[in-house]
T-cell receptor
Framework: GNSVTQMEGPVTLSEEAFLTINCTYT??????LFWYVQYPGEGLQLLLK?????DKGSNKGFEATYRKETTSFHLEKGSVQVSDSAVYFC?????????????FGQGTTLQVKP | DVKVTQSSRYLVKRTGEKVFLECVQD?????MFWYRQDPGLGLRLIYF???????EKGDIPEGYSVSREKKERFSLILESASTNQTSMYLC????????????FGSGTRLTVV
């Protein structure tokens, strides 16, 4: 079945460091891929998405490229800020119509220190 | 902006009480979902609905039921709350097309004492 694997956290970085959070997936067909962010005490917010191979999603300085050959969708940011401290979820949605439920990774906690 | 509104941010209930968690979305989405989130366990799907009056069990439906009488509203019901249902509950909605992700509400942190 479909699945998403994220690197385990927590990830602790200093402000202005480079961030990579790895995400790989297993899916049949051509899934859409997503990154969500959850700030403390809040619900999940869509951060970025890509719907086909080689697409690059980007938002708020974060980027991720849909790599079909390596089945990956790694999240990157060139210079993190304290305000980026949150839990990040990689997810995929595949199938058609009503069967296309979102499959989440386990989440990666990022802590950015000043 | 699509909005998913959960009726309460924080809720404290007693063991054995019947608890209703309400979720309303304003973008005419077909699909709605209830998740619970616990430390170390990630997001677990409780129930979902593809249409009015339709519901399907997710991964952990025991102890819960749902109601969807109108397209915009999806209610989660704890028939007899127990302490192991203390959790963060997240509602989400989406269109049927798989190009789209889900839109989540802000969550309800339920404590059962």
């Amino acid at each position: 079945g479909n699945s998403v694997t994220q690197m385990e956290g927590p990830v602790t970085l200093s402000e202005e460091a480079f961030l990579t959070i790895n995400c790989t997936y297993t899916a049949t067909g051509y899934p859409s891929l997503f990154w969500y962010v959850q700030y403390p005490g809040e619900g999940l917010q869509l951060l970025l998405k890509a719907t086909k191979a080689d697409d690059k999603g980007s938002n708020k300085g974060f980027e991720a490229t849909y790599r079909k050959e390596t089945t990956s969708f790694h999240l990157e940011k060139g210079s993190v800020q304290v305000s980026d401290s949150a839990v990040y979820f990689c997810a995929l949605r595949s199938g058609s119509g009503n069967t296309g439920k979102l499959i989440f990774g386990q989440g990666t906690t990022l802590q950015v220190k000043p | 902006d699509v909005k998913v509104t959960q009726s309460s941010r924080y809720l404290v209930k007693r063991t054995g009480e019947k608890v209703f968690l309400e979720c309303v979305q304003d973008m005419d989405h077909e699909n709605m979902f209830w998740y619970r989130q616990d430390p170390g366990l990630g997001l677990r799907l409780i129930y979902f609905s593809y249409d009015v009056k339709m519901k399907e069990k997710g991964d952990i439906p025991e102890g819960y039921s749902v109601s969807r009488e109108k397209k915009e509203r999806f209610s989660l019901i704890l028939e007899s709350a127990s302490t192991n249902q203390t959790s963060m509950y997240l509602c989400a909605s989406t269109q049927a097309v798989t190009l789209y992700g889900y839109t989540f509400g802000s969550g309800t942190r339920l404590t059962v004492v």
